[in-house]
């Protein structure tokens, strides 16, 4: 059972450049949801998924794309980054939407 | 809408010592309250929940929390630490008919040997 996966660890992109970070969890859960952590700031929900087929948006939705066309995967789109989306970027998931669990995260820079 | 404060960005407490984490949160309905861990560069991971029942929750690692409404407070405490407590600590916030859990900034617990 490995729980939340999410690749890469790592990336380093140019303003500009679009990606997809990876999310996938194995304990069939309904609910994924995507956050971004920056100093002080906590956690910010980006967006979320109560199931496949149904996205919303967070708090912080721009510049984000989501989709779920499973329940194991929930990938995150950047269309074209902006120095100020350099972050860590976490995936969770959660039988009922509060008790979540985490994937080990994603630090991306934009430069 | 729900907001969660942690009043204390940065702790040190030497090894052996007591704990007590700050947090107090804002919502109108009866909050589901979670405090998770985040240990350096790794993801967060729950170390106990409050739904409902008895206030006084234990979790994992020997922590322990208390719900207290009159003071709309959530504050995580262990008897003594290790010098393996070292990370960040996050109080969170749900509520039944809300959207979304809300994190408070996060606490960095510092042990000294």
């Known amino acids: 059972n490995a729980g939340v996966t999410q690749t890469p660890k790592f990336q380093v992109l140019k303003t500009g450049q679009s990606m997809t970070l990876q999310c996938a969890q194995d304990m069939n859960h309904e609910y994924m949801s995507w956050y971004r952590q920056d100093p002080g700031m906590g956690l910010r929900l980006i967006h979320y998924?109560?199931?496949?087929?149904?996205?919303d948006q967070g708090e912080v939705p721009n510049g984000y794309n989501v989709s779920r066309s499973t329940t194991e995967d929930f990938p995150l789109r950047l269309l074209s980054a902006a120095p100020s989306q350099t972050s860590v970027y976490f995936c969770?998931?959660?039988?009922?939407?509060?008790?979540?669990?985490f994937g080990p995260g994603t630090r991306l820079t934009v430069t | 809408a729900q907001s969660v404060t942690q009043p204390d960005i940065h702790i040190t407490v030497s090894e052996g010592a007591s704990l007590e984490l700050r947090c107090n949160y804002s919502?109108?309905?009866?909050?589901?309250l979670f405090w998770y861990v985040q240990s350096p560069g790794q993801g967060l991971q729950l170390l106990l929940k409050y739904f409902s029942g008895d206030t006084l929750v234990q979790g994992i690692k020997g922590f322990e929390a208390e719900f207290k409404r009159s003071q709309s407070s959530f504050n995580l405490r262990k008897p003594s630490v290790h010098w393996s407590d070292a990370a960040e600590y996050f109080c969170a916030v749900g509520a039944q008919g809300a959207q979304k859990l809300v994190f408070g900034q996060g606490t960095r617990l510092t042990i000294n040997p």
């Open positions: 969770a998931s959660s039988s009922t939407r509060w008790e979540q669990y």
């Open positions: 998924s109560v199931g496949a087929g149904i996205t």
């Open positions: 919502y109108g309905a009866t909050p589901y």
